[in-house]
């Protein structure tokens, strides 16, 4: 349920973790609030502490919030206009000076304990724009409809990173010739409120681990990270899942098996192996791990809804990824797909950056009209113009995206 008004009484208690970083303060004497009454600031607004007002809020328990497609036209995401994803309550106020990375597992050589000034100090720095996107982003598109949040075109950006490679932090320990996997553990508490369980624990092949993109990061934006977005520390892996981008990042566990940590096993982020009909039923057995996103786009500018003059052009410009692959074509349609337009697209500023295109359309005579984007990845696959393979967790929708504009 979307926050706001609609939050009870008991969920507000058991977030009361989450609402004052939502408001940005701590929340005195939240235990004595009349039942059925909301504090003040979150009754008249959809505000999240530090984040642009325009964000719409998915879900209250645990915060979750995206970003409308209008708002993320900046080359390089504003750390305001990040989208918000969390799993489970993250830590109040985490102090950057004594924070610990601890670098274990099967596969490491030694188990190795690192602050931050430390990484600092022992490492060189790096800095790439790096794309990160839900792997439920788009899932409201989905029918039948996926559990989840529902998640329209927002829940991506592109912002820049700055930290340490993790592949040198890694190499310092010493890996293992038997090292397959990592997986990150976090600071963020489980919505239970069990210290035993985490709420997640996700990670990615060592192949991807050891990419020179790959970062711990400290910084967006060369400011620290926000933290709803994973003060202090966090690792990145631009082009996959945001969820194995581990935020408030205290443990790597380098493995010498598939990680098997929370929301690593069964069906979460994964997809069936192989196409299955809408709504079917899939054994575990046959879910697959996501790796890599797929080829995707957004428009940007304008917002849809716009209205133009027949007798002037209009700019349209948004930005295009493609996983670990590189976008080579964008197009656009204003004809449902019957005919389509190339655009000039820019190339990548690194590896896993999203690119950005635009062009200037024109309109045969006043009327309702949709533009519809599709980028195009390097070894030929492009965007669906309809909703992609069903599967019953609602991923991995990359369909065109469309924007509607009244011509007059």
Known sequence: ?????????????????????????????????????????????????GKDPGLVVLNDRPLNAETPAHLL??????????????????????DSDNWTLTISGESVEQEKSWTIQQLKDNFKHYSYQLTIECGGNGRAEFNPPAKGNQWTTGAVGCPKWTGVRLKDVLQASGIKPDA?????YG??????GDPGKFPISRGVPIHKALEDEALIAWAMNDEPLPLLNGFPL???????????SGKWLQKIAVRNQIHDGAKMTGTAYRVPCNPVAPGSTVDETQMCIIEAMPVK??????????????????LVRGHAWAGDKKVTRMQLSIDFGQTWLNAPLSSPVNKNAWQHWQHK?????????????????DTGVSQPMVLPGWNPKGYLNNATHRIAVQVI
Request: proline share 10%; aromatic share 10%.
């Open 1 to 49: 349920m979307p926050a706001k008004n609609h939050l009870s009484r008991r969920r507000f208690l058991l977030q009361s973790g989450a609402f004052s970083a939502l408001l940005g303060t701590e929340i005195v004497f939240h235990k004595y609030l009349p039942p059925g009454l909301l504090p003040v600031a979150l009754a008249e607004t959809n505000t999240i502490a």
């Open 73 to 94: 036209d900046d080359k390089v995401t504003p750390a305001s206009r990040l989208f918000v994803r969390n799993n489970g309550i993250p830590p109040e106020a985490p």
């Open 180 to 184: 397959v996997y990592i997986g990150y």
């Open 187 to 192: 600071a963020d508490k489980h919505l239970s």
């Open 234 to 244: 966090r690792l990145v892996f631009g082009g996959w899942p945001a969820s194995t």
């Open 297 to 314: 786009s957004l428009i940007t500018f304008p917002k849809s809804g716009v209205s133009q003059a027949l007798t002037e052009p209009m």
């Open 361 to 377: 359309l024109r309109f045969p005579k006043p009327g309702y009209y949709e533009i519809w984007a599709k980028a195009t990845d």
